[in-house]
């Protein structure tokens, strides 16, 4: 929605010339571009402090949309309200990640309001401006000038380099840049060694490995798919050579794109 950080990332990508559409979560960002209605779609990817989207992560796995490119923003949150002092304040209205992102800064200065988690740090804003005098949100700058709020306490991540990386969804394919990643999911077939056998082909052609992260695959219980992030285009020689050794072994093996690598 209007006011979060996607907002904000679009905006640090696209700049204030492009026409923006905003949606309501994740899944219709995808569906918005999937159906044309948009050219691109930005959606969050991971956290520094609290880690992958995972609604995010699934969503990749069935569409056909490809990674075009990332996007790196530094987030500060702050606490948006009505209330004259922070003592005054009763209710905190949130996106989990942001909770997550703040959780020190809310035991130590306000550890008997109540954390309520909403859709987005937008929502969020939203709620606490019907009830300013006694509730507040943790959102961005924008969240809070959208809704007449002011930033009572700016700055309360718990970590100061707090950032958050966001894919730029597409349908086309991006040629090769200086500096690419590729992106791909995977899944092993159930036998001792089994990832390391497909993850030995990135070592043996010396492709390197920028992120790895494990999420349910939904077919099973206690089944994993394995999302990938390595140095190199998937036309370069050796990225092409390692993923379709790779493909040999693996039970499931989809390319989500290769892009340039963001500069934050």
């Not at 026409?19 to 994740?26: H, P, S, T, Y």
């Not at 309360?156 to 040629?175: H, K, S």
């Not at 490995?209 to 999420?215: H, K, M, P, V």
């Amino acid at each position: 929605p209007k006011g979060t950080f996607s907002e904000q990332a679009v905006l640090k990508s696209f700049g204030n010339s492009c026409k923006v559409l905003f949606e309501n979560n994740i899944d219709t960002v995808f569906k918005s571009v999937e159906g044309r209605s948009a050219s691109y779609g930005v959606v969050p990817l991971e956290n520094s402090t609290e880690g992958a989207i995972a609604r995010t992560l699934d969503l990749f796995v069935s569409s056909s949309l490809n990674i075009c490119g990332e996007i790196l923003l530094p987030i500060h949150h702050n606490l948006l309200t009505g209330a004259e002092n922070k003592a005054n304040i009763t209710k905190v209205y949130s996106h989990a990640q942001s909770f997550g992102q703040c959780m020190n800064w809310l035991l130590e200065n306000i550890p008997k309001a109540e954390r309520i988690v909403v859709s987005s740090n937008s929502e969020a804003a939203r709620l606490a401006s019907l009830n300013p005098g006694d509730t507040a949100a943790i959102g961005g700058v924008d969240a809070g000038e959208y809704y007449n709020l002011v930033s009572l306490v700016k700055n309360i991540e718990d970590e100061p380099d707090n950032m958050t990386r966001f894919a730029v969804l597409g349908v086309d394919e991006i040629g090769v840049s200086d500096t690419d990643k590729t992106s791909f999911v995977m899944s092993t077939v159930s036998r001792p060694g089994a990832l390391f056998s497909l993850l030995q082909p990135l070592a043996d052609n010396g492709v390197n490995i920028c992120r790895l992260e494990s999420r349910p695959s939904k077919s099973g219980t206690w089944e994993y798919v394995f999302f990938i992030d390595v140095h190199g285009h998937k036309v370069d020689p050796h990225v092409a050579l390692s993923l379709n050794q790779i493909r040999e072994k693996a039970g499931f093996l989809k390319v989500l794109g290769s892009y340039p690598a963001a500069v934050s």
